[in-house]
């Protein structure tokens, strides 16, 4: 199946009262749209990250009453989960969509991993381009320009704080002609997992 583009009912979604209505709008409108996305690009995906990656997309299965604000599909190397990977994340919050590099909470050793951000941390802030976007908790619907970001602090934050969080990567808004054109869309995901990669195969060398 070709990606053809979002919709303005994808976001809409997202104000569908009651958790089983909603999760019927997001398997029936987003997660078909989430596979077709990965199968464009996941020859290149394992090309450009040097390893096979796996497609999870999100279940949201421990709701059990408030119905998800956002929802994401993941690219990893681990086949059986992706929490506890850095991975690369396509999702959507109702007023935008994201891709993103992600470190969550769950990841173990990820002290580690911000200790040699922060010992190259020239090096890893002149490899992603100023107008990117930074967010330190992907259950928020929050993220900064690099350009206007502290990024050692959030790298700090990240390293020390037991719930602290990394996601680097590009938002689109809801009103961003590109959203609604499949072919440029993908042509923009496979660029920016191509600019993060290098980030994210030194942060696998680190847990390795």
Known sequence: ????????????????EGLDER???????IQP????????IADELDETTGIPMHLHIARHARRTVNPPADTWSAYCHNKRG???HPHFQ???WHDNVFVWLAYIYELPGK???????????DQWKNSIPKHYH???????????????ADVEAIL???TTIKKGELLIGKRFDKTDEILYDGERFISEVKEIIKTLAPIYRSSLEVRN
């Open 1 to 16: 199946m070709t990606f053809k583009g979002f919709q303005q009912e994808d976001f809409e979604t997202f104000s569908i």
């Open 23 to 29: 999760m019927e709008a997001i398997q029936q409108r």
């Open 33 to 40: 749209k989430f596979q077709s996305i990965y199968d464009e």
């Open 82 to 84: 992706y929490k506890k």
């Open 90 to 92: 396509v999702g959507l």
């Open 111 to 121: 002290q580690l991993i911000g200790e040699k951000f922060l010992e190259d941390i």
């Open 134 to 148: 930074i967010s330190k908790d992907h259950m928020q619907n929050e993220a900064i320009l690099v350009k206007d």
């Open 156 to 158: 700090q934050r990240f």
